[in-house]
């Protein structure tokens, strides 16, 4: 459960109710409106919801020991190459943002399910921009994950994956082309026109197209499923 008072505010706040002070002068006390303290009582001790904004705590595969979602990273590692970015959020908060058309709603939702499955507990949102949706997580680790996040525009300089993420990428090689497609190809139809049994019948070949100008990037395209 989020809350924005630091977490031994609350404590402390829960203390003195259940000791018995009055919540007016429990809000006094902790220079907060009555109002936040009936809310903390109802949502701590009624309810029994856990305090504090664990999802801003998820530990990161990088810096211990906690397990990645390969799969998922991989996939969401196309994404980011192709149409996403981090920026910097508050504090040591940092910020992944995807970028996609909005007619592709099944995309999107992917989108969201992709993030809550490499930062567990994460709680992705999406914002309307002309066209597009942005969706966006929050973490501090997001550059741990993403080492290619830097100064500038991605397509305007190397772009080198890591030696862990190749093997992420060797692994799952599907999911990772998949991301790349979604962000930077094109769906389109070849159709023909044949008269088979007297009758003329249209057939129709979806097709994916894929461009990146960024030649640093091109071996990606000799990465072969196992």
Request: hydrophobic share 35%; charged share 25%; aromatic share 8%.
């Given at each position: ?16 109710s ?18 936040t ?27 211990t ?7 998922a ?14 920026s ?84 799952h ?11 930077d ?8 026109r ?18 990146n ?14």
């Amino acid at each position: 459960m989020v809350h924005v008072r630091p977490t031994e505010i609350v404590e402390s706040a829960l203390r003195d109710s259940d000791a018995g002070m009055a919540d007016a002068d429990n809000a006094a006390k902790h220079g907060v409106a009555v109002k936040t303290i009936r809310r903390w009582r109802r949502l701590y001790q009624r309810r029994g919801l856990v305090r504090g904004q664990e999802h801003t705590s998820v530990p990161c595969p990088r810096c211990t020991d906690a397990v990645l979602d390969q799969e998922a990273y991989a996939e969401l590692l196309g994404w980011y190459l192709g149409d996403g970015h981090i920026s910097r959020g508050r504090g040591a908060v940092w910020n992944l943002h995807v970028y996609n058309d909005v007619k592709y709603v099944a995309n999107n939702d992917r989108l969201i399910e992709l993030m809550r499955r490499v930062k567990p507990g994460g709680r992705p949102h999406t914002r309307m921009a002309p066209g597009c949706v942005i969706t966006t997580v929050s973490w501090r680790h997001w550059p741990c994950l993403f080492p290619q996040h830097g100064p500038g525009r991605k397509h305007e300089r190397p772009i080198v994956l890591e030696d862990w993420q190749r093997t992420v990428v060797e692994s799952h090689p599907g999911p990772f082309l998949r991301g790349l497609f979604h962000s930077d190809g094109c769906r389109v139809n070849n159709w023909t026109r044949r008269i088979v049994a007297g009758e003329p019948k249209v057939y129709r070949y979806p097709r994916w197209q894929f461009c990146n100008a960024s030649t640093d990037i091109r071996p990606v395209r000799h990465v072969r499923r196992r």
